[in-house]
């Protein structure tokens, strides 16, 4: 079973860019999750999907991040202008509804200059 | 404020040198916590959830243990293979499914 993808695994990008993150959940997996680590940081939770809603977008920093979550399958997360402290890794997990486990992908390591 | 902390930031070993690594957490309510293992570059590996104070869980070398405040992942004769970065996160009770991760602890188990 393919586990949790994420797509690019790297980006490097300037200051007022917009930069497009991918993740294909595990099939199945009503659940889906965005978290970042920023350097010397812990990973913190930005925003939790159920299918295709949000149930929760607490960690979500500010105005410029906008994540989607296409009929309930992929999800994008767009970052629009990025800003230099936006840098770090962006973590996408997923889960099965009534599970707590949750799956994570490989990460997409951002850098803005 | 929920918080997860994590001791030693970072632990060398040598191999079969057996150790434990400490998570503390101080939650509202706890309704798992979850131990995982990252590699460079990886993504957090799944390893063990646990939900109530006194449980236990194993896994080959591994074995993680829960209190009311805190769990602790010991490590058995540990082999270079074992050497990643531990990492413990919590989920509230609640609606919430977040976790809530502590820094880690960098492991590196030498010959």
């Known amino acids: 079973e393919a586990g949790v993808t994420q797509f690019p695994s790297h980006s490097v990008i300037e200051k007022g860019q917009t930069v497009t993150l991918r993740c294909d959940p595990i099939?199945?997996?009503?659940?889906l999750y965005w978290y970042r680590r920023v350097m010397g940081k812990e990973i913190k939770f930005l925003l939790h999907?159920?299918?295709?809603?949000?149930?929760?977008e607490s960690g979500m920093p500010n105005n410029r991040f906008l994540a989607e979550r296409t009929g309930g399958t992929y999800s994008t997360l767009k970052v629009q202008p990025a800003e230099l402290e936006d840098s770090g890794v962006y973590f996408c997990?997923?889960?099965?509804?009534?599970?707590?486990?949750?799956?994570f992908g490989p990460g997409t390591r951002l850098l803005v200059l | 404020e929920d918080q997860v902390t994590q001791s030693p930031e970072a632990l060398r070993l040598q191999e079969g040198e057996s150790s434990s690594l400490n998570c503390s957490y101080t939650?509202?309510?706890?309704?798992?916590l979850f131990w995982y293992r990252q590699d460079p570059g990886k993504g957090p590996e799944f390893l063990f959830t646990?939900?109530?104070a006194g449980e236990e869980k194993e896994k080959e070398r591994l074995k993680a243990t829960l209190t009311k405040k805190e769990s602790f992942l010991h490590i058995t004769a540990p082999k270079p293979e074992d050497s990643a970065t531990y990492l413990c996160?919590?989920?509230?009770?609640?609606?919430?499914?977040?976790?809530?991760f502590g820094t880690g602890t960098r492991l590196q188990v030498t010959l």
């Open positions: 997990a997923s889960s099965f509804s009534g599970r707590e486990t949750q799956y």
């Open positions: 099939s199945g997996h009503d659940n």
């Open positions: 999907f159920v299918k295709e809603s949000k149930q929760d």
């Open positions: 939650v509202s309510g706890l309704r798992g």
């Open positions: 646990l939900y109530s």
């Open positions: 996160a919590v989920r509230m009770t609640g609606t919430a499914s977040k976790l809530t």
